[in-house]
């Protein structure tokens, strides 16, 4: 059995304050980083969440631009889970 912690992807639509977004970065604020791995990509671009999950210490990936995530944004998407 390894030690190694638990690798946590969540999928964020946009970055603006809303239920997922909030929950997301008072789980980041709180999980022990010794135990899980947490990651976020945000489908939408920057907004004031991706910023605030930065401070936190977290890998941030955004992708897209006006709600357009596109062919390019899925290839990086699906490449980053696979390598992450």
Known sequence: MTNAPMRVLHVLATAHAGGAETFVLNLARHLDRRRFELRVCILEGEGPVAASLRET???????????????????????????H
Do not use: S
Not at 67 to 82: H, P, S, W
């Open 57 to 83: 210490g977290l890998d941030v990936l955004t992708l897209g631009d006006h709600g357009r995530l596109g062919a390019r944004g899925l290839t990086v998407l699906f490449a980053y889970c696979r390598l």
